[in-house]
């Protein structure tokens, strides 16, 4: 144990010899190199000084040049004061040159010496070369503009492009300067940066002498403990790192090892042991259920998009079908069985629409666009929709004019107010249903109250869930099918909006959506179809793009029914030949599907049968794509925008608008 300790206390001696001896080496090396740093930076601070005193003479001669030339005709002296003026341009142009070359040379020779290879200079040769580089070349180019000025006989008359001309170049030289200037002074700061940091070190150093020795037995104590307990743990420690319940890790030798041990190291060994044989039996557990949940989603959303269209081609089918057929049945029984077709056909509808919309919010389909829009329009339209129901039930429909602007978007918006009022028109038999706004700091709160039943109060909150509704246990579809409070809950997740909801039970209720306010825009202009009249289309040429057959059968007859002159095309080609021969009669209006066969769609072919034409011939583009970021898209370039299945008297009222 003496000889350990001898020879510990000769370690401990030795190394603060050692720390003694570099601190005096480092004190003498600060001092090289502050000399060493000084002996290159002075200079160059010095030419840059130089520099900028030289530019500045080189503008001052510019001025006195173009100024004694102007002068000239007027004074006879002048002619000697210009050729003095010319010379000392010269000279301090030439000066500029010379001193601007030599600190170029200086910097590539301290790159490429050994000796100064160390020094900052060095180190940023790559950014001073080419900022010298482009100040020696505008400098000389103004040396240039005025040389070549001069000797074109100059005249009072251009003197003034001249320094405009010249007012230029020296903005850019100014800039080159500028930066010269200012990366001298970096590399004259990271100088006096190095230099106390190499002070520092030697500070340092020589406070490490003083606490070498108690390092150096604290380190001897430490690989001590290491070797018995510290580094067993390590191992195990990267052995749990390595293992991920995804990735499977064999028991390695030296895990054996610990496992064997009888101690506390091979007791949380063999815990460790157990805990990862777990872990790795949930893994696998848990990499099943992801993928079956990743081809559960694939399915949901190959679903969605074949809905979203497909299944809604029929349905407009059919609507219009039953419309055209309304048209030309007169005996009460029939009209009455048409009736009840078309109320099967709306339930079946709004249930399709209802589904693919939740569908939609929980894959995540629907990504909002926000903008800031007049609230006001967007209550009006709403109000506007809903007003026949309101008349038909006896029940007064008001709405709050509102100036204020907000930012959000307005079809996802209007969509949540939307199932707001029609709540409350369900559940009100008699009074009123009120939308307005309030405003609350930064936000606007719209609002929707009524007059109806009133919600009791345990149920304030199941009323957001999915199918669930007051009174309607028998699950009467003409009392709704439960799921719009649900998807306005949805919407203004999405949005990030928060939702409000206070009843009294025989009262009424209020709904309400908090939306952030925002700044006025006047552009945000949306085609809608809410304030179009209905007027007659007897006689009226359409053109009809639809590649579904069902679908252009059912529009044309409903068409023909409202007395229209219809035109059917298939695809882009069919709808170009026939503009190419039509006559004189141009069409009233193209109605076409969005989704064609081919490259080009609803919107394209319909520009390409405007621009045939030669006319601006009003478009209205139907889609079996409900995806609210797609629908924007046709909105933005100035399309009203018909989602299918479309109800007849929508499809009427849009296209009277253009007759």
């Not at 081809?295 to 979203?308: D, H, I, T, Y």
């Amino acid at each position: 144990m003496s000889q350990k300790i001898a020879a510990l206390m000769a370690i401990v001696l030795i190394g603060f010899v050692a720390v003694v001896g570099v601190a005096i080496i480092q004190v003498k090396n600060l001092a090289e190199i502050s000399t060493r740093l000084s002996a290159v930076n002075l200079p160059l601070i010095q030419s840059a000084s130089h520099i900028g005193v030289l530019i500045q003479t080189q503008y001052l001669g510019a001025q006195r040049i173009i100024l004694s030339n102007d002068n000239s005709s007027s004074l006879s002296h002048s002619v000697d004061v210009a050729s003095f003026n010319r010379e000392e341009f010269f000279k301090s142009g030439l000066l500029l040159q010379q001193t601007i070359a030599d600190v170029e040379t200086r910097v590539r020779v301290l790159a490429n010496e050994p000796a100064w290879q160390n020094t900052m200079v060095a180190a940023n040769k790559s950014l001073l070369l080419p900022i010298l580089f482009e100040l020696r070349r505008s400098t000389q180019g103004y040396q240039v503009k005025v040389e070549s000025w001069l000797l074109n006989n100059p005249q009072e008359d251009n003197s003034k492009d001249l320094l405009s001309q010249l007012s230029d170049i020296e903005v850019v030289t100014n800039k080159y300067f500028l930066d010269f200037d200012g990366m001298i002074t970096a590399v004259n700061q990271e100088t006096k940066t190095a230099a106390f940091f190499e002070q520092k070190v030697a500070i340092g150093l020589i406070i490490l002498t003083m606490l070498f020795a108690l390092i150096l037995v604290l380190s001897i104590m430490f690989v001590i403990v290491r070797n018995i307990i510290a580094k067993p743990l390590q191992q195990l420690t990267d052995t749990i790192n390595v293992f991920t319940p995804l990735h499977k890790v064999e028991e390695s030798e030296f895990e054996m090892s610990i496992i064997l041990r009888q101690d506390e190291l091979g007791r949380m060994g063999r815990s460790f042991n157990r805990l990862k044989h777990d872990l790795w039996n949930q893994g696998e557990d848990l990499a099943k259920a992801i993928n079956v949940a990743e081809r559960a989603n694939r399915a949901k959303s190959v679903f969605l998009a074949s809905a979203s269209h497909d299944l809604r081609q029929p349905l407009s089918a059919m609507q219009m079908y039953i419309e055209a057929l309304r048209q030309k049945v007169e005996a009460p029984e029939t009209i009455k069985l048409v009736d009840d077709i078309d109320a099967v056909s709306v339930s079946t509808t709004r249930l399709l629409n209802a589904l693919l919309d939740v569908s939609q919010l929980e894959a995540g389909a629907i990504k909002p666009s926000k903008e800031n829009f007049r609230v006001d329009n967007l209550l009006q339209n709403v109000v506007r929709a809903y007003l026949p129901l309101a008349e038909q039930k006896g029940i007064r429909l008001r709405v709050v004019p509102c100036k204020v602007f907000i930012f959000s978007d307005v079809t996802l918006v209007e969509r949540i107010v939307s199932n707001f009022v029609a709540n409350a028109l369900r559940y009100t038999e008699s009074g009123t249903v009120l939308v307005g706004c309030r405003r609350r700091q930064q936000h606007l709160s719209i609002e929707v109250v009524d007059t109806g039943c009133g919600i009791p109060m345990h149920q304030l909150v199941p009323i957001f869930d999915d199918f669930h509704q007051l009174d309607n246990k028998e699950r009467d579809r003409g009392k709704g099918l439960g799921l719009g409070l649900a998807i306005a809950k949805r919407l203004s997740i999405c949005l990030n909006h928060d939702i409000e909801c206070d009843s009294r039970l025989g009262y009424g209720s209020r709904f309400a959506v908090q939306v952030t306010l925002g700044t006025e825009n006047l552009n945000a202009v949306h085609p809608t179809v809410s304030d179009l009249g209905v007027k007659s289309l007897s006689g009226k040429r359409i053109l009809l793009v639809e590649d579904n057959l069902d679908v252009q059968k059912a529009s044309k007859q409903l068409l023909e029914s409202w007395g229209c002159e219809v035109y059917c095309a298939l695809n882009a080609e069919e709808a170009l030949a026939w503009a190419e021969g039509v006559d004189t009669s141009l069409p009233a209006v193209i109605l076409a599907d969005h989704r064609l066969p081919g490259e080009a769609n609803g919107v394209e072919v319909a520009q390409q049968v405007a621009t045939s034409l030669g006319a601006n011939i009003p478009t209205i583009i139907v889609t079996g794509d409900v995806d609210e970021n797609h629908v924007r898209d046709i909105r933005e370039q100035g399309y009203v925008v018909l989602c299918k299945p479309v109800r007849p008297a929508k499809l009427r009222a849009a296209i009277s608008n253009y007759v």
